[in-house]
């Protein structure tokens, strides 16, 4: 009696925690399996801190590139999108630009050093000036989870009470030109460094730029847009990351859109993966991600819970039908 009460404890378990498993993600699964599918894009981040949260909606950012022979060339991007060419550079920049711009500053400092293998080029790279002009709302003490979004970006109206609208500028210089100052710093490239913070000079967690400064306690939140009915919607999403941005939800890219026609306002986002394009393990590491931010805890309470339940059963099919063909057991002697 004791061993069939262990084993239907087990499967009691496994139950409730396929239970607790499906109340997880409940809305979420519901949105995704009976929703309307829309195409989304990541507008915005929200940089949640113990006690107050950053909602960044913009970002601007001045590249300065120097050449081995002295040419300089200034690139302007809003949303990482190109908006003032740096006239005509040559054409082996344009990838550096592409990777700097969005990049952290270990981007940055390995593209130095990837340039500076080019000796005899008087076109390498040995010189990168960042800007970054954070554009939001900081201090915001309750970020609600749904916002105004307009085609100029997201809008708080009215902001909440204690928050400032205001900038955080970020400028890093990174400089390969003396490599003894270099292998002196230990490789690093970073000359300069200016953190400024609604016009205050601050020291971050990090000397790095914005979505890269955070301690791991910080947790990011992407905020999605979508049209329904014709109207725009931007939501929080319910899942992030802490440290750090996802590598599935990218800032200004592409998502998957699930909402329900009725209230399109209860809304579920995925990561938008795409194809491979021969970056094969790039690829992989969004796709795992894109699915164990959105299922990940739910699943690994189901598998618990599919664990416990084969294991109750086990034990019972053991108690039920037990095996006829063990050898006699020899009489113990006295």
């Not at 006690?51 to 050449?67: A, E, K, P, S, Y």
């Not at 913070?197 to 847009?225: C, D, M, W």
């Amino acid at each position: 009696m004791k061993r069939t009460f262990s084993s239907l404890l087990f499967i009691g378990v496994g139950l409730a925690l396929l239970f607790a498993s499906y109340s997880w993600c409940k809305r979420e699964l519901n949105l995704r399996l009976h929703g309307q599918p829309a195409a989304g894009r990541i507008v915005g981040m929200a940089l949640k801190r113990a006690g107050h949260t950053d909602l960044l909606t913009r970002i601007d950012t001045r590249l300065v590139t120097t050449l081995a022979d002295g040419t300089r060339y200034v690139a302007e991007y809003r949303d990482f999108v190109l908006q003032s060419p740096p006239g005509a550079s040559p054409a082996k920049l344009a990838p550096v630009l592409a990777e700097a711009v969005s990049g952290q500053a270990d981007i940055v400092r390995w593209l130095l050093l990837r340039e500076s293998r080019r000796l005899e080029d008087p076109l390498r790279v040995v010189r990168i000036e960042k800007t970054e002009t954070i554009h939001g709302y900081f201090n915001l003490p309750l970020l609600p989870p749904l916002l105004g979004w307009t085609e100029g970006g997201l809008v708080l109206d009215p902001a909440p009470t204690g928050s400032q609208a205001g900038t955080v500028r970020i400028h890093g210089d990174f400089d390969f030109r003396d490599p003894a100052r270099v292998k002196a710093s230990k490789g690093d490239s970073l000359i300069a460094y200016d953190y400024q913070r609604l016009g205050t000079s601050i020291t971050p967690e990090k000397r790095n730029f914005f979505l890269f400064a955070e301690p791991y306690a910080t947790e990011f939140r992407p905020v999605f847009a979508f049209t329904a009915n014709g109207q725009g919607v931007a939501r929080l999403s319910h899942v992030g990351r802490h440290g750090g941005p996802t590598l599935a939800l990218r800032l200004f890219g592409e998502c998957e859109v699930y909402y329900d026609p009725r209230q399109p306002t209860e809304a579920v986002l995925l990561a938008a993966i795409g194809p491979g394009q021969g970056e094969w393990l790039a690829w992989f590491s969004r796709l795992c991600e894109g699915i164990f931010a959105q299922w990940g805890s739910a699943a690994l309470i189901a598998l618990a819970g599919l664990l416990f339940i084969g294991t109750g059963l086990l034990f019972l099919s053991l108690l039920l039908f037990p095996s006829k063909n063990l050898p006699d057991q020899p009489a113990a002697t006295p």
